[in-house]
């Protein structure tokens, strides 16, 4: 497709597992963001990369939370030792530009995360 | 900090007429972009209108126009001739224009109802 791609779009875990969730850009694009979207709220910036360099992690919530991008195109959201309060959507954004505002972001549907 | 505030959780709006979402934000920076996105039930988020804060001419995308007030830091939304489609919520955001992220901080949102 042309789109972002993100999988699953639904994950329930129960509080303690580990769980992984994938984005899929679009194809050539250079920068590529993880936000998290709290019930009735606006999402908030998790990371950043540009290709696989992970240029900007400062909205991760904890150490349980990891982000890789190894080749450059498809990420994965890691988030270790589930907590409730990591219910959440999980949604993943790209664009083709590699440092400024002028291109927008395109956004995938989202994972919508789950913790019992 | 950047903030960025919507004072207006809900509105509603009658088919064919107009409505206007507010939205203010709070930056030391002198140049920025403004985005307004709209967010469906699909989760997806769809950007909807941007304007460069250096630009004093007021952004229009068909129907969606803004009014931009740099001094005042306030960034409306228009939505002209309202359709039963633009239910939607609605998110403004901003982004710096450089640095080593262009990430998107967004308000809380308001949810737009359009009755027929």
């Known amino acids: 497709g042309a789109g972002v791609s993100q999988s699953p779009r639904y994950k329930v875990a129960k509080r303690g597992q580990d769980v992984a969730l994938r984005c899929d850009p679009i194809?050539?694009?250079?920068?590529l963001f993880w936000y998290q979207q709290a019930l009735g709220q606006g999402p908030e910036f998790l990371t950043y990369?540009?290709?696989?360099?992970?240029?900007?992690k400062s909205g991760l919530p904890s150490d349980r939370f990891f982000a890789e991008r190894p080749e450059g195109s498809v990420s994965t959201l890691k988030i270790q030792r589930t907590q409730q309060e990591d219910s959440a959507v999980y949604l993943c954004?790209?664009?083709?530009?590699?440092?400024?505002?002028?291109?927008?972001?395109?956004f995938g549907d989202g994972t919508r995360l789950s913790i019992l | 900090a950047q903030t960025v505030t919507q004072s207006q959780p809900e509105m509603s709006v009658q088919e064919a007429e107009t409505v206007t979402l507010s939205c203010t934000y709070d930056?030391?920076?002198?140049?920025?972009?403004l985005f307004w996105y709209k967010q469906p039930p699909s989760r997806q988020m769809i950007l909807v209108i941007r304007?460069?804060?250096?630009?004093?001419q007021n952004a229009t995308e068909n129907r969606f126009s803004v009014n931009f007030q740099k001094a005042a830091k306030s960034f409306s939304l228009k939505i002209s001739d309202s359709q039963l489609g633009d239910a939607a919520m609605y998110f403004c955001?901003?982004?710096?224009?450089?640095?080593?992220?262009?990430?998107?901080?967004f308000g809380t949102g308001t949810r737009l109802q359009v009755f027929p």
């Open positions: 194809s050539g694009h250079v920068s």
């Open positions: 954004a790209s664009s083709p530009n590699t440092g400024n505002g002028f291109q927008p972001q395109h």
């Open positions: 955001a901003y982004s710096i224009i450089f640095g080593n992220t262009d990430k998107l901080i």
């Open positions: 930056t030391s920076e002198s140049d920025y972009y």
């Open positions: 304007q460069e804060a250096y630009k004093q």
């Open positions: 990369f540009q290709n696989e360099a992970q240029l900007d």
